[in-house]
């Protein structure tokens, strides 16, 4: 399974930014999909999930504020990621089963 992330980039507090992941090696629509974060001298944290059903769950600090979402046909997971806030800088990435995206860097200025 690989997992490829992209979408990161450096953005202005209320701004947004749409990741998204690749998914290939797997039965993509069989699994669901998660999207973790980690930020600088922290751990990684767990931000949302979606499930093969299309059930979405939320960490409470971006509730409102982010959207996953998936699109089977193509293999493609997406988090996408309005009015941020400094505190959602990190590196982020995507997760299926035991698999790992490389990361995208998020980052939100001040």
């Known amino acids: 399974v690989q997992l490829q992330a992209f979408g990161g980039g450096l953005v202005q507090t209320g701004g947004s930014l749409r990741l998204s992941c690749k998914a290939s090696?797997?039965?993509?629509?069989?699994?669901?999909m998660d999207w973790y974060r980690q930020a600088p001298g922290n751990q990684r944290e767990w931000v949302a999930t979606?499930?093969?059903?299309?059930?979405?769950t939320y960490l409470d600090s971006v509730r409102g504020r982010f959207t996953i979402s998936r699109y089977n046909i193509r293999r493609t997971l997406h988090l996408q990621m309005d009015s941020l806030r400094p505190d959602d800088t990190a590196v982020y990435y995507c997760?299926?089963?035991?698999?790992w995206g490389q990361g995208t860097l998020v980052t939100v200025s001040s």
């Open positions: 090696g797997t039965n993509f629509r069989l699994f669901g």
């Open positions: 997760h299926i089963l035991s698999f």
């Open positions: 979606i499930s093969s059903s299309g059930t979405t």
